[in-house]
């Protein structure tokens, strides 16, 4: 792994990059909200030290909120079908925060599992993920619990961490990070000498909520999906879907045809487990009648189900869900209390 010194601050290395011509998203505000956005000029970039992390993740640059997958067209019987291809325009995604890289390394496995999505795939092949370490948290924030870190490089590109000088240092972690280096090496210098590890990122770690026992947990879950204390559990959700919609891991869509005359459209559309509707059969069953059956089919696939398949936990404990949920239902809370219960 080559290390380098930002010579300059954050603000003039995004201002490099644009004069290169590159296409950058970076957390700025819309309005009052914090979110990733496309950039033209580097001061509408917010400083990395001035926030904990966005209110969305930047899954939807890979998985965006809604996209045609088909477009098509009619007259009588006669049905014209086209479709749809994903931009093949290259990013550069800067500001990331480590859970939110390290959660492309896990729905990488499900939209390259037995359906290859190449909408997804192609836009995270030209996508460099630039992340900064944590300069703070939250009560909200539990990464250590599902092995993650204020300063990981999972899922990164480029790692870029502060010495006790203030001064950035970039950990490239990918040959797309280094062309990204290379693109503007006249800021950097590269780092022979062994860098020094500054007590902040470890000061952070320390402050975090215990970690959670995810394989206890697993056990328990394994055992108890009649539990009643899903019941218990669920009763304060209001089935908002929320806590999906913000999470960088959930990546359920619906598939719905957009009409107009005779012609139309096929979209792909987030969507959330959370939703009364989500499972309806067009029979009229649903197998999740009740907001006890679909709560716990979230916690199921974070710890339980997407471990099964790909001995992965479905989440990087952002905290988002804790943060956005208006009626305060931790997850981390929920998980921990169930491993205290006795295994039926």
């Keep these: 792994m080559k290390i380098y010194k930002l010579k300059t601050g954050y603000t003039e290395f995004l201002g490099a990059l644009l004069q290169k011509g590159k296409n950058v998203i970076a957390p700025r505000f819309a309005g009052r909200t914090l979110l990733f956005g496309k950039i033209d000029k580097?001061?509408?970039?917010?400083?990395?030290?001035?926030?904990?992390?966005?209110?969305?993740?930047?899954?939807?640059?890979?998985?965006?909120?809604?996209?045609?997958?088909?477009?098509?067209?009619?007259?009588?019987?006669?049905v014209k079908i086209h479709d749809a291809h994903p931009e093949e325009d290259e990013k550069l995604i800067v500001g990331l925060r480590p859970c939110d890289a390290a959660a492309f390394t896990i729905t990488d496995d499900i939209f390259n599992y037995e359906y290859k999505d190449e909408f997804?795939?192609?836009?995270?092949?030209?996508?460099?993920l630039i992340t900064f370490a944590c300069e703070s948290i939250d009560e909200a924030c539990f990464c250590t619990s599902v092995g993650l870190k204020p300063d990981s490089i999972q899922g990164s590109d480029i790692l870029f961490k502060k010495n006790s000088a203030g001064t950035y240092i970039a950990y490239v972690n990918s040959e797309k990070g280094q062309k990204v280096i290379d693109s503007v090496k006249e800021l950097f210098e590269e780092?022979?000498?062994?860098?020094?590890?500054?007590?902040?990122?470890?000061?952070?770690?320390?402050?975090?909520?215990?970690?959670?026992?995810?394989?206890?947990?697993k056990e328990w879950l394994d055992k108890n999906f009649e539990?009643?204390?899903?019941?218990?559990?669920?009763?304060?959700?209001?089935?908002?879907?929320?806590?999906?919609?913000?999470?960088?891991?959930?990546?359920?869509?619906?598939?719905?045809?957009?009409?107009?005359?005779s012609q139309g459209l096929r979209r792909k559309n987030w969507d959330a487990c959370q939703f009364?509707?989500?499972?309806?059969?067009?029979?009229?069953?649903?197998?999740?009648?009740?907001?006890?059956?679909?709560y716990r089919q979230r916690v199921m696939h974070k710890f339980k189900y997407y471990s099964d398949r790909f001995n992965?936990?479905?989440?990087?404990?952002?905290?988002?869900?804790?943060?956005?949920?208006p009626v305060?239902?931790?997850?981390?809370?929920?998980?921990?209390?169930?491993?205290k219960e006795e295994t039926a």
């Design 312 to 325: 992965k936990t479905l989440c990087t404990g952002c905290g988002r869900c804790v943060r956005s949920c």
């Design 120 to 128: 997804y795939l192609t836009r995270r092949r030209n996508a460099a």
């Design 227 to 261: 539990s009643p204390l899903w019941d218990e559990y669920s009763s304060r959700c209001l089935g908002c879907g929320s806590c999906a919609y913000l999470c960088p891991t959930c990546h359920c869509f619906d598939i719905v045809d957009e009409t107009k005359y």
């Design 328 to 339: 305060n239902l931790d997850i981390y809370q929920v998980v921990s209390e169930l491993t």
């Design 191 to 217: 780092v022979i000498e062994v860098v020094e590890d500054i007590p902040l990122y470890r000061d952070l770690e320390n402050k975090m909520r215990s970690p959670l026992d995810t394989v206890k947990i």
């Design 276 to 294: 009364p509707l989500f499972t309806l059969h067009a029979s009229g069953h649903n197998p999740r009648e009740v907001q006890s059956k679909r």
């Design 42 to 78: 580097a001061e509408e970039a917010v400083l990395p030290e001035k926030y904990i992390n966005t209110v969305r993740s930047a899954k939807e640059f890979m998985f965006p909120v809604t996209e045609a997958v088909v477009e098509f067209s009619f007259r009588n019987k006669d």
